[in-house]
């Protein structure tokens, strides 16, 4: 018998595709069982960070385990300055914050994210809106590359 190496490559090729197709559809994968329930699954969903808050409470000192040693002062002055301080900064430094840049409606679908997948304490709607609008004016969408100079 005599197998070219084109040959040999395509068969080993064709192989391993074979293979990595079964893999996929869970033929070499043992059955897997639906995990059991535990303590922790069955409990109440934990409370916000921070600690427990009054319904609509914004946090008013940041909890002592916090990992940073960002003061009110890290985040532009301005209305809304200290509620999105402690809000934010109880999770996260105020770098986090600095770094992005995005419209209103971003920062709202940030701070939903935040409030359902991290657990963040929910405002009530006054106070969500102020730091809404602190974020989105002082934190607004970066412009991409500079002015073309042809169109001055």
């Avoid at 490559?9 to 293979?19: E, Y």
């Avoid at 109440?44 to 427990?52: C, L, N, Q």
């Avoid at 430094?93 to 679908?109: E, F, H, N, P, V």
């Amino acid at each position: 018998m005599n197998i070219s190496m084109t040959g040999a490559v395509t068969l080993a090729i064709g192989s391993l595709a074979l293979l990595m197709m079964l893999d996929r559809a869970g033929g070499f994968r043992p059955a897997r069982e639906a995990p059991a329930a535990t303590a922790s699954s069955t409990a109440a969903p934990p409370a916000a960070r921070g600690g427990p808050l009054a319904k609509g409470a914004i946090p008013k000192a940041l909890p002592p385990d916090a990992k940073h040693q960002d003061t009110i002062d890290s985040l532009p002055a301005g209305k809304g300055q200290e509620e999105t301080f402690y809000l934010c900064a109880a999770c996260h430094g105020t770098a986090l914050i600095k770094a992005q840049g995005m419209t209103r409606d971003m920062w709202d679908s940030t701070f939903q994210l935040m409030v359902e997948r991290h657990a963040m304490a929910n405002p009530d709607p006054d106070d969500r809106a102020l730091i809404l609008d602190y974020l989105a004016t002082n934190f607004p969408p970066r412009r991409r590359g500079r002015d073309n100079p042809f169109l001055k």
